[in-house]
């Protein structure tokens, strides 16, 4: 099983760039596609970005289509979400996932096909 521990939230201005990350520890830790989600007061669990095993095949929500990034180094066994020019509306919970069944192969962005969860890490942008 992996393990997973994001880090990197924090309060911003709106237009500030802030980067996560996301530790994978455990057996083939960087063998899966991560993905990232995020949570605000009230609302649903949103799907945010995804990059499969290897950082060959990345897919993303529209709401932060062009403004963030997600990447991955195998070597630290870390994901990352770089995000630029934030919105209040981006001020959420943000999780990293994993999907088993994308070990070496394939992506995911339904909440239905997580199995495992970080704890989050907060942020929240002031306008």
């Known amino acids: 099983q992996v393990q997973l521990v994001e880090s990197g939230g924090g309060l911003v201005q709106a237009g500030d760039s802030l980067s996560l990350s996301c530790v994978a520890s455990?057996?083939?830790?960087?063998?899966?596609?991560v993905g990232w989600f995020r949570q605000a007061p009230g609302k649903e669990r949103e799907f945010v970005a995804v990059i499969d095993w290897n950082g060959s095949n990345v897919y993303y929500g529209d709401s932060v289509k062009g403004r963030f990034t997600i990447s991955r180094d195998n070597a630290k066994n870390t994901v990352y979400l770089q995000m630029n020019s934030l919105k209040p509306e981006d001020a959420a919970v943000y999780y990293c996932a994993t999907d088993y069944r994308t070990r070496y192969s394939g992506i995911f962005y339904r909440e239905s096909e997580v199995d495992n969860w970080g704890q989050g890490t907060q942020v929240t942008v002031s306008s």
């Open positions: 455990g057996h083939a830790a960087s063998a899966y596609a």
